[in-house]
């Protein structure tokens, strides 16, 4: 808990490590992030918020390391990045995005 008296963040436990849903909390009660442990680590979809609400980024993780495609966005939830990983490295094509959606910048990995 935050000392506020705010739940900071829940998770389970199975055999000693973090297993199942994991929440995490911004300090004014707002949902900072949530996903899935298994065996103590990031497993499958992940997804994290702004202080406002907003989704803020979701990612996959397989193997302890990002995989797969992900989004960010900017606090007013227009797109900020986009792209994919591969064992945690950025690949292909990601895209960057103004506040106002249009396209800033591409890159190739």
Same mark, same amino acid.
């Given at each position: ?5 705010? !739940?900071?963040?829940?998770?389970? #436990?199975?055999? +000693?490590?973090?297993? +199942? !849903? #994991? ?5 004014? =009660?707002? !949902? &900072? +992030? ?9 497993? =499958?979809?992940? /997804?994290?918020?702004?202080?406002? =609400?907003? !989704? ?6 397989? /193997?302890?390391?990002?995989? =797969?495609?992900?989004? &960010? #966005?900017?606090?007013? +939830? $227009?797109?900020?990045? @986009? ?5 945690? $490295? @950025? ?6 995005? #103004? ?7 591409? $890159?190739?990995?």
């Amino acid at each position: 808990y935050y000392d506020n008296g705010q !739940l900071k963040n829940s998770w389970s #436990y199975k055999e +000693g490590e973090r297993d +199942g !849903l #994991y929440k995490n909390y911004h300090e004014n =009660g707002q !949902l &900072s +992030g949530e996903g899935f442990m298994k065996n103590g680590e990031p497993d =499958g979809r992940w /997804d994290y918020y702004h202080e406002n =609400g907003r !989704l803020k980024s979701k990612s996959f993780f397989k /193997d302890e390391e990002r995989d =797969g495609p992900y989004k &960010s #966005y900017h606090e007013n +939830g $227009k797109l900020e990045y @986009k792209g994919s990983y591969k064992n945690g $490295k @950025k690949i292909g094509q990601w895209n960057k995005y #103004y506040t106002n959606g249009k396209l800033e910048s591409k $890159k190739k990995w």
